[in-house]
């Protein structure tokens, strides 16, 4: 049977998907994604969409409710924390390889927080200090090498209290110098934890930042005697 002439297993053509075309329709769209960007974590089946689709449209809509809210209600936390419990249990498996590896590379430490920091380049001058604001250009990988995030990319460094972001970078640019470059390998624990940050970072992930540490912009006052 001709591509274009396939049925799907209820015997009926599938639909065309459809565009957005009205400001209307882009925004409705818009609401779409902003709900499944919060789905993200959960990494739900056609099927376990549909189903919430059906949920979603017989409650816009007034219609009869299939199930009884009031017993079905509160296993919605636990359900959640179900699944991304196990995405995480999966992602941290995947990643267990990749930081021994790491670890073993040349050059590289592994710190007893389990942080593989790897010096590219040598800077000069202090250390950086959680109080600190540090200037800095970085990219952020998966360990499957895609890039989440990069100031390189967006053209503009990023500049930050050291002591208001994740472990990883707490831990790993303190050991930098002004001008220097390195590698931080972050297991799931010093950077988004079981909870992730989706879309774009699941639950468990281990995650790659190379990082140059371009200035520290205010150094923290030296405490008064």
């Not at 591509?3 to 209307?24: C, I, M």
């Not at 380049?121 to 989440?148: C, E, M, Q, R, W």
């Amino acid at each position: 049977m001709p591509e274009g002439r396939r049925r799907n297993r209820s015997g009926s053509r599938p639909r065309a998907a459809v565009e957005p075309k009205t400001d209307d329709e882009k925004t409705l769209y818009a609401m779409g994604i902003v709900m499944g960007r919060n789905l993200a974590g959960l990494e739900l089946s056609a099927t376990d969409l549909e189903m919430l689709k059906i949920g979603l449209t017989d409650e816009a809509l007034g219609k009869d409710k299939k199930v009884s809210l009031e017993e079905f209600g509160p296993k919605i936390q636990a359900f959640a924390q179900g699944r991304v419990g196990a995405v995480a249990a999966k992602e941290k498996v995947a990643s267990e390889a990749y930081l021994a590896k790491a670890a073993a590379d040349k050059g590289a430490q592994k710190k007893p927080s389990g942080l593989v920091y790897t010096e590219i380049a040598a800077g000069s001058g202090p250390n950086p200090v959680p109080s600190d604001t540090v200037k800095v250009h970085y990219t952020g990988k998966l360990i499957d090498g895609t890039v989440f995030d990069s100031s390189i990319q967006r053209g503009q460094p990023a500049e930050f209290t050291l002591g208001g972001v994740i472990p990883c970078w707490q831990e790993g640019v303190q050991l930098m110098k002004k001008g220097g470059k390195a590698q931080l390998v972050c297991p799931s624990a010093l950077a988004y934890g079981d909870a992730g940050s989706p879309p774009k970072i699941k639950p468990g992930a281990t995650l790659i930042f190379d990082v140059e540490l371009l200035d520290i912009v205010a150094k923290a006052a030296a405490p008064k005697k």
